[in-house]
């Protein structure tokens, strides 16, 4: 019985998997964090490409094609 007290006892002050949930945690918040950052980035560098084809397409000098992603 006193072994089984000791394990229980064992079980109850061991902190790891706390500390597992807290770092899980923390991972998916710098995760979520990377992606919206990346989208925001390819957003930006989407419309920056559009305005820049406007620009081409409307000069008469050069033609550029958003959907494909192709100027010349």
Known sequence: ????TTMARQFRDDENGAAMVEYSILVGIIAGAAILAIVAIGLWVTGRFGG???T???KG???C???A???S
């Open 69 to 71: 992603g192709t100027g």
């Open 56 to 58: 081409l397409n409307g």
């Open 61 to 63: 000098g050069g033609t």
């Open 1 to 4: 019985m006193k072994k089984l």
């Open 65 to 67: 094609d958003k959907a």
């Open 52 to 54: 820049l084809c406007d």
